[in-house]
């Protein structure tokens, strides 16, 4: 076997799980789920069937990912986080077929406890605070955080804050890579060292 499963976790067949990824205590991995390689589930992770992890994702405790939602590459999910995949769930009445698909793009982060309602796309690299309730699309390198969810700026891949007050262009002090504020109030990194 390419990959680790703890023996108190559950796997059902088939799905797909990439090499090198490790899924730890009490997980439950459901048949025509995919995980890509690298990745890290942590205690009691549930991944429904349908549902697509990217490559190097990591999935903290406690976090269960149900049928709709896709995950691109280096997506982490923190401790606890909710999704949802139904906008009028109700016990009485089935709502089968009613899953409504969420999308995080490349590079997403959701702080612990944090809520994503079904439906929602988050851009490349979008970062969301430990307990924020997202309502709505963010779009690539958005800062959201507070009930309901709101951006307050932008970080960049590293998850360092970009401060844009006084330039539209900015350097990341990790990746030393820049940063520029778009006219139609985007960010976009640019493809060189050079800020011009």
Not at 22 to 27: E, V
């Amino acid at each position: 076997m390419e990959y680790f499963v703890h023996e108190s976790s559950v796997i059902d067949r088939p799905c797909q799980i990439g090499k090198g990824t490790k899924i730890w205590h009490f997980c439950h991995i459901s048949a025509g789920s995919e995980i890509g390689e690298n990745c890290t589930l942590g205690q009691n992770v549930f991944i429904a069937d349908g549902v697509r992890i990217g490559r190097n994702a990591k999935i903290q405790n406690n976090v269960s990912v149900y049928r709709g939602v896709i995950c691109e590459d280096d997506v982490f999910l923190g401790p606890s986080c909710v999704f949802t995949n139904v906008l009028t769930p109700r016990s009485g009445f089935s709502r089968r077929g009613e899953y409504v698909e969420t999308y995080l793009e490349k590079g997403v982060s959701i702080g612990a406890n944090a809520t994503i309602l079904c439906g929602i796309r988050l851009g490349a690299y979008a970062m969301v605070g430990a307990g924020a309730v997202v309502t709505k699309n963010f779009p690539s390198y958005a800062l959201i955080i507070g009930n309901p969810g709101r951006q307050t700026g932008w970080v960049s891949e590293t998850g360092h804050r970009l401060d844009f007050e006084n330039n539209n262009v900015v350097l990341c002090p990790e990746s030393g890579e820049y940063y520029r504020l778009t006219t139609e109030n985007l960010v976009e990194k640019l493809s060189d060292s050079s800020p011009l």
